[in-house]
């Protein structure tokens, strides 16, 4: 069995809990372990993200973390937000929210 490069390591992702004000701003945060450079993709609807692509540099045995900021398009509706490392949909994680209360 041939060994994985640092650079090849897939990264393990752990979401937070995203936060939703009440004006319609969102934050996802997200935690990455594993090693070598890989770039994460958000993929939203009800959201607009302002920097959908974002790449971090992993260290193996130190976590890393990406923040992502977006508004609601519309606040009266759910919105959902996948995040994709490497573009591989297999490792995807996903955040739901529920309709805010108006």
Known sequence: MPLLSPASCPPQLVP???ATE????VTIR????GSGRHTFTIRADN???DQPEKELVL???TPGSLV???????L????????VPDGDLGQ?????SAAPRL
């Open 16 to 18: 937070a809990a995203p």
């Open 22 to 25: 009440a004006n319609g701003e």
């Open 30 to 33: 997200l935690t990455a372990t």
């Open 47 to 49: 959201l607009a993200v």
């Open 59 to 61: 260290r193996e045995g």
């Open 68 to 74: 992502w900021k977006a508004r609601m398009n519309s």
């Open 76 to 83: 009266g509706a759910p919105w959902v937000a996948v995040v």
């Open 92 to 96: 995807r994680r996903e955040a739901i």
